[in-house]
């Protein structure tokens, strides 16, 4: 553990807590070098972030004085060493939400954000926190999260829906957000914590804007109204009425005398703030305006139309300047930078775009939301843009680099699916947009996408040789792929609505899909033929899953059950006489779900299932018996994917943005990964370790099992 391991041992509460606070003494004694072994010491990092007196945030501070004129100009600044400093640190803001819920994740954060980078004191930092795990986690074997520096700084979590709307004070050290929960947030951009929830609106948020002194917010709302607030004491000031449809937009100027504000009712309104009154309407748009920015000089409005339109005004004449059409979606909202050069745009295709005020063009654009941006707003030194979304996140981006992160996020849309081969070698994954991607786990690379769906991936699994993969998607097909050409064989069509499951048997010889049509179908994977229907469920079939000697299935379906049925192919004289085989039949239904069943998996000797349910718990059954053998409670989401080890002793299952293992023997969790996105899919490998995961923001995950020896 070395020195400084040995160092944070020691017994003394009093000692511990002045070596905790050490690093600035060692900028100001000039020990430079001590400072950089210090903060690179995954120790040190841990247990500072640990203690109740500190906590991430104080550690964050504690990288504030790399680039400080006294470090920059000691005799044993070493510009490499900085470097990675700066990289740990904006680590530590972009996982800090992440870490103030779970401390232990902190090695996790590490491994996911910085394997990549080749920074001898970076590796030197991940090892020594790869031998300190000394209970089981799941390592990242890839750079699986958004890198620091490239773009994401912090997420900051607390609206209980959909955030429309976000502004930023001037000093750039509190945002204030409106949602759909009626509510406005306060919050402190340098800790991440809630400072004030503002309450009045009997609508959604659509909304915000501040005052440039950061004394007040004007919010505006779906129920047609603009109200003004008290940043101070969190007081409703006065009510601004006069459009007759939603509020979608508002902005101030800069003296904070007026307010400008954009409607459903296709108008821009200018409101005197002072007095209380309305001066003037503009028309223009032809449908509703989402979005409205002002310059700083407040000559010029800026305003963002459901007719896929930005507008530039001029607010003395009421004359239209420019019109901004390279844009791929509906504008929801604006910002313009102090300077007046750029405007930032948000929009219902998830993007935020950066454009040039001057010459109208698009500089660049930000990807990373997994749903519709609503919202935007721009620090007062133009470095910084927040934006806020229906993902109920709020994310605070680079304006300098416009880079995207180095990640292995390959899907444009939510992963809904992921398979590993037999050998652990490769790995595939459906997504909602519409592909399927392979990867290569050896050398971390996509070898191809396949392409030929009309619709969402939902479905995929892999043939045991591995030579080809069966996807299923809502466009109600089944497609049979040839991995070694990337080559579609053929598609299996017969359901009358999305397939939402699909497994295979061991033989690779036959294929059972699941549908929202309500039925499961066996398909003979060598003539393509479909060999039966299975009916039975009373809504949507949602999972599937087949015992290894392929004679019996098991479906989990939106009917809040899970049936077993036999699908074992039997040949009688009747089926002789017909050339058919003997059609299958249900075994048993299990029920105990409150909600639907939307995920299932069954142990390789066939005797035991698990399944997933949105009444947020994981249940065990007995296939012999059918009775349930117990249950796993707690979840704060529904369950969306589960995996089993081929040796029948843990359980993966996905939870909101947490992927678990969990042991079937003792039922007790033993290893838990913070995702940037809920779980969608999931998948282990035959060596029980390599685990395969997808999130609803495209990503996909590698991961590996670590320190179950230190079970045994």
């Not at 490499?80 to 740990?88: D, E, S, V």
């Not at 951009?189 to 005052?211: C, Y």
């Not at 097909?477 to 295979?504: C, P, Q, Y």
Request: charged fraction near 25%; include cysteine.
């Amino acid at each position: 553990m070395g020195t400084l391991a040995d160092k944070l041992k020691v017994e003394s509460p009093a000692l511990l807590r002045v070596y905790l606070g050490f690093p600035s003494k060692l900028i100001n004694s000039g020990n430079l070098r001590e400072y950089y072994q210090t903060l690179t010491d995954f120790n040190f990092m841990m247990a500072k972030i640990q203690h109740p007196e500190f906590g991430v945030q104080a550690l964050i501070d504690d990288f504030n004085l790399v680039d400080h004129s006294e470090a920059l100009t000691h005799p044993e600044y070493e510009p490499q060493k900085a470097k990675a400093l700066n990289l740990i640190q904006a680590l530590l803001w972009m996982s800090a939400h992440i870490l103030d819920r779970d401390k232990t994740q902190l090695a996790e954060q590490l491994w996911g954000r910085l394997v990549h980078l080749r920074i001898p004191e970076i590796q030197v930092m991940l090892e020594v926190a790869k031998q300190c795990k000394v209970t089981p986690w799941l390592r990242p074997l890839t750079p699986c999260f958004t890198p620091p520096g490239r773009g994401l700084i912090r997420t900051l979590k607390g609206h209980s829906d959909c955030v429309n709307a976000v502004a930023v004070t001037a000093d750039g050290k509190r945002a204030i957000s409106g949602s759909d929960d009626n509510i406005l947030k306060v919050w402190d951009l340098t800790t991440g914590d809630e400072l004030l929830t503002l309450r009045g609106h009997r609508g959604s948020v659509n909304a915000v804007a501040v005052t440039a002194d950061g004394k007040r917010a004007i919010s505006g709302s779906r129920d047609n109204t603009l109200k003004v607030w008290d940043l101070t004491t969190g007081d409703e000031l006065l009510t601004l009425r006069g459009h007759r449809d939603w509020v979608n937009a508002v902005a101030v100027t800069a003296d904070g005398k007026r307010a400008i504000s954009g409607s459903d009712d296709k108008t821009l309104k200018v409101w005197d703030l002072t007095t209380r009154k309305k001066e003037f309407t503009f028309t223009g748009h032809s449908r509703s305006v989402n979005a409205v920015a002002i310059t700083a000089d407040g000559t010029r409005a800026i305003s963002g139309s459901r007719d896929d339109t930005l507008q530039v005004w001029d607010l003395t004449t009421g004359v239209k300047l420019l019109t901004l059409t390279d844009y791929s979606g509906r504008v929801k909202a604006l910002a313009v930078t102090a300077d007046d050069k750029r405007a930032i745009s948000a929009s219902d295709d998830k993007t935020i775009t950066v454009w040039d005020l001057t010459t109208g063009k698009k500089e660049f654009t930000f990807t990373g939301h997994s749903s519709s941006v609503k919202a935007v707003a721009v620090t007062a030194d133009g470095k910084r843009a927040i934006s806020g979304s229906d993902d109920k996140t709020i994310k605070v981006w680079n304006l300098e680099t416009g880079e995207e992160g180095l990640t292995l996020k390959s899907h444009s849309y939510p992963t809904e699916a992921v398979a590993l081969t037999a050998d652990g070698k490769r790995a595939i994954s459906g997504s909602r947009d519409n592909t399927l991607k392979v990867w290569d786990l050896q050398t971390e690379q996509e070898l191809f996408t396949l392409k030929a769906h009309k619709d969402w991936v939902k479905a995929v699994v892999f043939t045991a040789d591995g030579k080809r993969a069966i996807s299923g998607s809502r466009d109600d097909t089944l497609k049979v792929w040839d991995l070694e050409t990337g080559e579609e064989l053929f598609t299996l069509t017969g359901h009358r609505d999305s397939v939402n499951a699909v497994a295979i048997t061991t033989d690779g010889k036959r294929a059972i899909s699941g549908s929202r049509d309500d039925t499961l179908k066996v398909w003979d994977l060598e003539t393509g033929n479909e060999l039966f229907t299975l009916t039975g469920h009373r809504d949507s079939v949602n999972a599937v899953a087949v015992t290894a000697d392929g004679k019996r299935v098991i479906s989990g379906s939106k009917d809040n059950t899970f049936k077993v049925w036999d699908v074992e192919i039997r040949r009688g004289f009747l089926a002789f006489i017909w050339r058919n085989p003997i059609a299958p039949r249900q075994l048993f239904t299990l029920t105990g779900h409150s909600n639907s069943v939307i995920a299932v998996a069954i142990t390789t000797d066939g005797k035991w299932a698990i399944s997933g349910s949105d009444d947020k718990t994981l249940k065990v059954w007995d296939l012999v018996t059918g009775k349930e053998q117990f249950i796993l409670k707690g979840h704060s989401d529904s369950l969306n994917a589960v995996a089993i080890t081929p040796d029948a002793k843990r359980v993966i299952f996905g939870s909101d943005d947490t992927l678990k293992v969990w042991d079937l023997s003792s039922g007790n969790i033993l290893a838990s990964f913070t995702a940037e996105s809920s779980i969608a899919s999931c998948a282990i490998a035959p060596d029980g370790v390599t685990i395969v995961a997808g999130d609803e923001s495209g990503r996909v995950y590698f991961l590996r099992l670590e320190g179950m020896e230190e079970l045994t």
